[in-house]
């Protein structure tokens, strides 16, 4: 497949070109247009057994603030073009996956060429807290893989212990360890409204988004009356 | 401290560098990053069934103070909403700032939450204006862009859209239209501005953006009130 | 008039610079700031040559997205003056020309024209709605400047032949566009695909889209926010 990105850093809108019969794995609800004859089927958004595939999508939709399906749209004879945009608004990010796994925030996966293996990974009871939870995906395979952030993305080269709020995490090598945990003490988690932050250490590079849904969210709570 | 603003106009994001023991006042929810050492001092004020309000959106200005300890660090910070950073290093005297738009501070700059015209500018929204007075470094941001206007004379503006202004401006604030303002997204309030003085305006109104969500928003089913019902709505916030 | 758009493309701001006595006509609630000698008349009438509501009020909130439809006209006074005007919702703002021919407006991106421009609210924009949702169409026609906004970027397409759009990314096209509202695969992927009605469009004519849908993210926002009266 060819893709361009568009309207970058804040409205970017990723276009990609099919060859007949090309796959690509799309977030349900991101195509903005498409040829006529493109093919769109719609599967449940986890990887594994039926029972097992259905839990897993339910919680990633509760949990995750992802929705519950991919589609996968298929080129027709002719080959095919489609223009993909996540519901929020900020950056894409390309990565050409060559074999290392990648660690991506649940509600940032937007698009991946179907050879990519996508797999949900349990943060742990702890990491469902902040409003957020560290929710996440477990990428990898070979082809091309498209993340979408709120706001902008900025690269951060790990080098020793960081701390993140959890809403802000797009993806990260798994070079690298991570803890979830309170922001100082339990007064400070309950008080502060930072709530649960993560720790990363070790060596690798960190994808963080400059926006975060949950802060949104309080900011607009003082002024929601009723 | 220095301060770096990277991802502007649009997400802009604020990277502080402070000095060994060096603090900064940060606006509550807005940090994104920092070293592992910074240490963070919450001021709870009433006590905590307060705190608790406030999380449920009782109360819309909560600020924490961050100190480096024992060695340089950094913070990046982030506000909630979509829109753009200004740092002004302010040079004493007086400068006002819509609650919502304030970010962050250095400990030099006094903040003053009661004065006397803090309320008037806005209907219902929990929004009001700040005075920061002082000398030191504040940041604040938009949702929006940030629009500056040198006024010199006269200038109206919706008071939805205004993020702050300096101290050489005198304001007047009268509603717009009659009856039908009732009917517009916003509060139909404006401000009228006279002297001369700068006003930095954002080109997108909070207001108008909550109006627009309401449709989208779950309908109430049931109400849970009292300390047990403070205590319920909490722990639903946090899962 | 002169408009002149800042703050592209992410919050973009009309900067409308008017001469003695000349008008513009705006969307109610879409005014920022303007110059004292500006007055402002809010129109009873839904749009020029509609009635005052009518049809408008009976339409779900949720074609307009809680948005109000109501017009204001802003003149300059004595001199020349500024009026300058945003939307809701983050994103762009383009100002259009027009030469006679017919443009259709998707009803929340209409922000502001020149009165020479007439806005018909009642052009046949029932038969592409489904029980409330999909497209709701102001047709344009005129000369002047018709001001339009989107949310996310605008993004200009040439039309010539079929294409599928997601209905929530239309802002506008030329009125030369013949265009089909359908539910995109099987009843089973509408519901499932997250997809909803797209339109078909054919024809040769210019089609312009915003790069990101509001429902989207109304719905994303929306949903995690404290529950409201009904």
């Known amino acids: 497949m060819e893709f361009g990105i568009k309207y970058q850093p804040s409205y970017s809108l990723l276009g990609v070109k099919l060859t007949a019969g090309e796959e690509i794995l799309v977030e349900a609800g991101s195509m903005v247009c498409m040829s006529a004859d493109m093919k769109i089927s719609t599967k449940l958004s986890a990887t594994g057994g039926f029972i097992k595939a259905v839990i897993s999508a339910i919680l990633r939709k509760f949990l995750g603030g992802e929705t519950m399906f991919i589609n996968v749209f298929t080129a027709g004879d002719k080959g095919g073009n489609i223009l993909i945009a996540p519901a929020l608004s900020g950056d894409i990010l390309h990565f050409p996956m060559k074999g290392k796994g990648l660690m991506i925030q649940a509600s940032s996966f937007l698009a991946a060429d179907p050879k990519i293996k996508v797999k949900l990974k349990f943060g742990g009871l702890k990491s469902l807290f902040g409003g957020e939870g560290l929710f996440l995906l477990r990428a990898e395979g070979e082809g091309d893989l498209f993340v979408n952030a709120y706001g902008g993305i900025k690269e951060i080269d790990i080098d020793s212990n960081f701390v993140v709020d959890t809403g802000h995490i797009v993806a990260f090598e798994e070079s690298l360890s991570f803890k979830v945990k309170k922001v100082g003490g339990w007064k400070s988690t309950f008080l502060s409204g930072e709530g649960l932050v993560t720790e990363f250490s070790g060596k690798g590079k960190l994808y963080i988004q400059t926006r975060n849904v949950g802060a949104l969210v309080s900011w607009l709570r003082p002024m929601l009356g009723a | ?239 | 008039m002169q408009v002149n758009i800042e703050y592209r493309p992410s919050f973009a701001l009309a900067i409308v610079k008017l001469a003695a006595e000349e008008a513009v006509v705006a969307e109610a609630g879409a005014m920022v700031s303007m110059s004292s000698n500006v007055q402002i008349k809010t129109s009873s009438r839904a749009a020029d040559g509609g009635k005052r509501g009518g049809i408008l009020k009976s339409l779900k909130r949720s074609v307009f997205g809680g948005e109000s439809f109501f017009m204001n006209t802003y003149t300059a006074q004595g001199g020349e003056g500024e009026v300058t005007l945003a939307p809701t919702l983050p994103g762009d703002v383009l100002s259009i020309p027009m030469t006679g021919s017919g443009l259709l407006i998707q009803g929340t991106s209409y922000m502001a024209s020149s009165p020479g421009i007439s806005i018909d609210t009642k052009w046949g924009g029932f038969k592409t709605l489904f029980g409330g949702e999909g497209l709701f169409m102001l047709k344009a026609t005129g000369t002047g400047e018709i001001v339009v906004n989107s949310f996310g970027a605008i993004h200009e397409l040439q039309m010539d032949g079929p294409y599928i759009v997601d209905t929530g990314h239309i802002v506008a096209f030329d009125e030369t566009l013949s265009f089909e509202v359908k539910r995109v695969g099987s009843w089973k992927s509408t519901f499932f695909s997250g997809e909803g009605l797209v339109t078909e469009f054919n024809g040769k004519g210019r089609l312009w889209i915003q790069s990101r849908n509001p429902k989207e993210f109304g719905k994303d926002i929306g949903s995690r926010l404290p529950p409201r009266r009904a």
Not at chain 2, 53 to 67: A, D, P
């Open chain 2, 1 to 239: 401290m220095q301060i770096n603003i990277t991802s502007a106009p649009d997400y802009a994001m604020a990277e502080v560098s402070l000095t060994a023991d060096e603090k900064v006042v940060v606006e509550a929810g807005s940090m994104v990053a920092m070293s592992p050492h910074m240490q963070i001092e919450t001021k709870a004020r009433g006590g905590v069934l307060s705190s608790a309000k406030r999380m449920l959106g009782g109360e819309s200005f909560f600020i924490n103070t961050y100190t480096s300890a024992g060695n340089p660090g950094l913070i990046y910070i982030a506000p909630g909403p979509p829109g753009d950073l200004r740092h002004l290093q302010l040079p004493g005297g007086d400068f006002y700032i819509q609650s919502g738009s304030y970010v962050a501070s250095s400990s030099g700059v006094q903040l003053d939450t009661k004065w006397g015209g803090a309320k008037t500018f806005f209907g219902g929204e929990g929004l009001f204006i700040l005075k920061a007075s002082g000398q030191g470094d504040l940041i604040f941001g938009s949702f929006g862009a940030i629009h500056e206007v040198d006024v010199d004379g006269n200038y109206s503006v919706d008071t939805g859209h205004i993020v702050a202004f300096d101290a050489g401006l005198t304001f007047n604030i009268r509603k717009v239209g009659g009856l039908k303002s009732l009917f517009l997204s916003g509060e139909g309030l404006i401000c009228d501005f006279s002297g001369k003085g700068k006003l930095y305006i954002q080109t997108r109104k909070p207001g108008s953006f909550v109006h627009w969500l309401t449709p989208f928003r779950p309908v109430k089913q049931e109400s849970a009130g009292g300390p047990l019902g403070i205590i319920y709505n909490i722990i639903r916030r946090f899962i």
